[in-house]
């Protein structure tokens, strides 16, 4: 392996340290699990209802990131029996601080991608999650409908040549995928 220059060193700096904050949240979101695979399927959907209220009274993305990570996980289970592991927590994390979350083809892009989407529509405020083309916006937004659906979110795509009314409908969604171009 090449030796690392200063600046990309630099840019590393810390990443240890990270890693292990990251891996931390991650445990802890699966101590959750027990309380949040009690729940019934109402009170899971209600939970969404919490989180929004909880927001609105002053709390910050950051205050309900776990539980509202640990809903995800639990409806992605009861949707289709695949849990979502503890590095794709981590996944999730690193996107909701803004950051990119290399992974390679079927280590489960989609299923990241949907924690940091749900938690992120929780102000009600509409998610974009921007895809590389119409097909793979398609599937990923049916993919996890079933997962939002179970937590009270509507999902929607965008594509193109798409009439006025239903890309209207989509924006209103409170997650849409789709290509920047149509965006």
Same mark, same amino acid.
């Given at each position: 392996?090449?030796?690392?220059?200063?600046?990309?060193?630099?840019? $590393?700096?810390?990443?240890?340290?990270?890693?292990?904050?990251?891996?931390?949240?991650?445990?802890?979101?699966?101590?959750?699990?027990?309380?949040?695979?009690?729940?019934?399927?109402?009170?899971? $959907?209600?939970?969404?209802?919490?989180?929004? #209220?909880?927001?609105?009274?002053?709390?910050?993305?950051?205050?309900?990131? !776990?539980?509202?990570?640990?809903?995800?996980? #639990?409806?992605?289970?009861?949707?289709?029996?695949?849990?979502? !592991?503890?590095?794709?927590?981590? +996944?999730?994390?690193?996107?909701?601080? +803004?950051?990119?979350a290399e992974m390679k083809t079927g280590e489960g892009k989609t299923f990241v991608a949907s924690l940091a989407l749900y938690l992120n529509a929780l102000p009600a405020n509409g998610v974009h999650?921007?895809?590389?083309?119409?097909?793979?916006?398609?599937?990923?937004? #049916?993919?996890?409908?079933?997962?939002?659906?179970?937590?009270?979110?509507?999902?929607?795509?965008? #594509?193109?040549?798409?009439? !006025?009314?239903?890309?209207?409908?989509?924006?209103?969604?409170?997650?849409?995928?789709?290509?920047?171009?149509? !965006?």
């Amino acid at each position: 392996m090449p030796a690392l220059g200063s600046f990309e060193k630099a840019l $590393r700096f810390g990443e240890g340290r990270r890693m292990k904050r990251l891996a931390e949240q991650a445990s802890y979101i699966a101590t959750l699990e027990p309380e949040f695979r009690e729940l019934s399927d109402d009170e899971l $959907r209600g939970k969404t209802v919490e989180f929004r #209220e909880r927001l609105a009274n002053g709390e910050e993305l950051e205050d309900v990131l !776990f539980e509202a990570f640990a809903a995800v996980r #639990e409806a992605r289970l009861r949707e289709s029996d695949q849990r979502i !592991f503890d590095v794709q927590m981590m +996944g999730g994390i690193v996107l909701h601080e +803004g950051d990119i979350a290399e992974m390679k083809t079927g280590e489960g892009k989609t299923f990241v991608a949907s924690l940091a989407l749900y938690l992120n529509a929780l102000p009600a405020n509409g998610v974009h999650l921007v895809t590389v083309n119409d097909y793979l916006a398609q599937r990923d937004a #049916e993919w996890n409908r079933g997962v939002y659906e179970r937590l009270g979110l509507v999902v929607s795509f965008i #594509e193109t040549m798409m009439p !006025f009314d239903q890309r209207r409908a989509a924006y209103d969604a409170d997650i849409t995928y789709g290509t920047n171009s149509e !965006f």
